[in-house]
């Protein structure tokens, strides 16, 4: 489907800046949005399979892999709440083809969710949300918003299912950026927001627990994200090296570029068996604060060089808007940032280390 239906659009899709419906209606039909969901909601019940399906997607257009990635994360948190009622409503309603949207950051907060200033007040049986929040991937185009608010008792995280219909909820600017141009990143405006109190997922101070569960899960997803980006710029690199002849022969018997290649391509393999042994460890309940933030950092650095060494193998024309690789470059950016920036994966990690050694290092 990836390759029939999405690739040979992709830089229409890109250049357009729009999201593209009438691809995501294909894959509805062919019931790819299911995939990360449980099997009782008509899903695979994998995390290895969606991650798989992520990476097929990037291959062909990095737009439709961020928007099944995210998909997963808002399914991760309604299967990890321990209100199964709430849950169980609204992955029905994802199973029917409804696009969720993961809701954190705020203008002012990122990694640090300490500083997060949207609010939930109680109101009978009733919470009323207020509050700002900036690059809200599927934003214009998502049905249900799960939005993390400070609690207004003891301050601890939680977390809300906010259909897109809720009266005080406005999906507002829509963010240009430099790669992923066809992702709607939004800002949403609560102000005022009702919702029923059931729409909470869990308890009190329980938000952060179900953040974390996204998080994570979402960190593999981008590694997996990045992979496929990695190697359809490999795949496109080597064909060009075969066709482009220089001083009488393919540029591809050239040893600089068999080195190029040869590189990226132990790289992705790299990456490739980290992404599916973490997605595994998930799907096994394991403790994956570690993994997560390795195979997210490693993810976005292999996708990064990698195609910036497909770029040189193709010269003049990598730089060309008219050949993918000048996209995947820009795409292959924002997974330094999205989820987390790599800088911040590499802290998480430090800091375990010396947390095992139980050292007197300040953290």
Not at 84 to 94: H, P, Q, W, Y
Not at 281 to 293: C, E, H, L, T
Not at 319 to 334: G, L, N, Q, S, T
Request: hydrophobic share 40%; aromatic share 8%; with cysteine.
């Amino acid at each position: 489907i990836a390759q029939k239906e999405i690739e040979p659009r992709a830089v229409e899709i890109d250049r357009s800046g729009k999201f593209p419906y009438e691809i995501l209606e294909i894959l509805k039909e062919q019931g790819i949005h299911l995939i990360p969901l449980p099997e009782e909601y008509g899903g695979y019940g994998s995390v290895l399979m969606s991650c798989i399906a992520v990476e097929e997607l990037s291959k062909a257009c990095a737009t439709m892999g961020l928007w099944l990635l995210v998909q997963g994360s808002v399914v991760r948190c309604l299967t990890a709440t321990k209100n199964e009622k709430t849950g169980d409503k609204f992955l029905r309603r994802m199973a029917n083809g409804e696009i969720g949207a993961f809701v954190l950051t705020e203008p002012d907060a990122g990694s640090d969710t300490s500083r997060l200033t949207t609010r939930a007040r109680p109101d009978g049986d009733a919470v009323v949300l207020d509050g700002v929040k900036v690059w809200v991937a599927n934003g214009e185009i998502a049905g249900l918003f799960l939005v993390f608010a400070q609690g207004e008792e003891d301050g601890g995280i939680e977390a809300y299912i906010v259909p897109a219909d809720a009266p005080g909820l406005t999906v507002g600017y829509r963010e240009p950026t430099l790669g992923l141009r066809s992702v709607p990143f939004n800002t949403l405006y609560l102000e005022g927001c009702r919702l029923p109190m059931e729409n909470r997922l869990g308890g009190p101070k329980e938000g952060a627990y179900i953040a974390r569960q996204a998080e994570e899960r979402m960190a593999v997803a981008l590694a997996a994200a990045g992979l496929g980006v990695a190697e359809s710029a490999i795949a496109i690199a080597s064909q060009y090296a075969t066709e482009r002849v220089q001083f009488g022969v393919p540029v591809a018997q050239k040893q600089a570029i068999q080195s190029y290649v040869g590189q990226s391509k132990g790289e992705v393999e790299a990456l490739r068996y980290l992404v599916y042994h973490a997605a595994w460890s998930v799907a096994q309940g394991r403790d994956v604060s570690m993994d997560a933030p390795i195979v997210k950092a490693f993810g976005a650095r292999v996708a990064r060089s990698v195609v910036n060494r497909m770029l040189q193998v193709m010269g003049g024309y990598g730089y060309m808007e008219d050949y993918p690789i000048a996209r995947k470059y820009r795409d292959a950016k924002v997974l330094h940032i999205i989820g987390g920036p790599t800088e911040v994966c590499d802290l998480r990690v430090a800091q375990r280390i010396f947390a095992d050694l139980d050292t007197e290092v300040a953290l």
